[in-house]
């Protein structure tokens, strides 16, 4: 088989949705015929230090000439175009969501993250996209050829209905505590519908944004929550969470594919969320309800909608389980991954 040499910084066994895909895509793609090499990068991207280019430098400049080499865009994208047109190798991107749409970042950052994205994917041989989304706006917006994207959306495991709770109805929450999964607009908004009987529970890590973290613990004192809205952390094995859940809720600023809903719908999950990025396109509108982001009354006004109707939950609860049924598997996505390799190819 040939091989296929997968450039991804930071720690692989983060546990978050891009580097989730990294690890389930490693796995399938020898069955659509590449043995998969881990190359690790340094874990600064996107905000590389001159040091850790020289490294990556150094890295890249180890692999065998005109390899295949899979980048993940959240170091691609970051790449200084001399150091990309220096390298004798068949270069493939990854991109999520391109670095300049995460949220929270300055104005001059935005604009720095897109000219160094674009710059970047004008060299790449083929450009791998996770959602439709993403692929709509990189040719839009980055002036990639059509011909050279290709889509390949996240695998979704098959999983057991969720039973759900047996008091309180559960609203789930699956996301790393930053600004761009708004745990903030959640904690607002579910401080105006306290007159309902629910618990919320958030899976995810605490410890990535400190200055977020402590925001929600704040808005939780505040609100007086704290009796009902748990800050679960992070979990290896997120079964038991969905299976104890009656809605999944993450009111996300933006996302690249949400992976989570996905899971989320495979499990029978109805979902309140919001219009952001891929979301319209990962939930079906029949299978969950999507708000405007950044606006906890709508997104309380939909929690209240779908806790007090219970027809209405359990009509989105099937057609949410019926759509996670349908959903692609890794096989899928390492099929589509393998054709875009091929086509980078000299």
């Known amino acids: 088989m040939p091989d296929v040499w997968f450039a991804i910084p930071g720690d692989l066994t983060t546990l978050t949705g891009g580097y989730a895909y990294a690890r389930r895509l490693m796995a399938a793609l020898p069955g659509a015929g590449w043995t998969a090499h881990h190359v690790p990068l340094p874990g600064s991207f996107p905000n590389p230090a001159v040091a850790d280019l020289k490294a990556t430098s150094d890295i890249l400049a180890a692999l065998p000439p005109e390899s295949a080499v899979l980048f993940d865009g959240l170091a691609y994208g970051a790449l200084p175009q001399e150091l990309l047109g220096e390298l004798n190798l ?7 969501h391109p670095l300049a749409e995460e949220t929270g970042l300055s ?12 710059a970047a994917l004008a060299l ?10 993403t692929f709509e706006t990189l040719a839009r917006d980055y002036a990639v050829p059509r011909d050279r994207l290709t889509l390949a959306e996240p695998g979704t495991d098959q999983a057991p209905r969720a039973r759900g709770s047996t008091g309180a109805p559960v609203l789930l929450t699956v ?6 999964k708004a745990p903030d607009v959640l904690v607002e908004a579910l401080a105006r519908i306290k007159d309902l009987n629910w618990t919320s529970v958030l899976v995810g890590s605490t410890d990535r944004d400190p200055v977020v973290t402590a925001k929600v613990r704040a808005l939780i004192t505040q609100h007086d929550l704290g009796d009902r809205v748990v800050l679960r952390g992070e979990m290896t094995d997120l079964a038991p969470a969905y299976d104890n859940a009656d809605v999944f809720v993450l ?3 933006h996302e690249g594919y949400g992976m989570v809903f996905a899971e989320a719908m495979a499990h029978g999950l109805p979902i309140v969320a919001c219009a952001a990025g891929a979301v319209t396109g990962t939930v079906p509108a029949d299978a969950g309800l999507l708000v405007p982001p950044d606006d906890p009354e709508a997104l309380a006004e939909a929690l209240r909608r779908i806790l007090t109707n219970t ?8 057609n949410a389980w019926a759509h996670g049924q349908s959903l692609p598997r890794w096989d899928d996505a390492a099929a589509a991954v393998s054709e875009a390799l091929w086509s980078a190819l000299p």
């Open 124 to 133: 790449a041989q083929a450009v791998v996209v996770t959602s439709g989304h």
């Open 175 to 180: 996301g790393t505590l930053t600004h761009r």
């Open 251 to 253: 009111p996300s600023r």
């Open 107 to 118: 104005a001059p950052d935005v604009a720095r993250f897109k000219a160094s994205e674009r």
């Open 90 to 96: 068949s270069l493939t991107a990854l991109v999520h």
């Open 311 to 318: 027809a209405l939950r359990k009509r989105m609860a099937e």
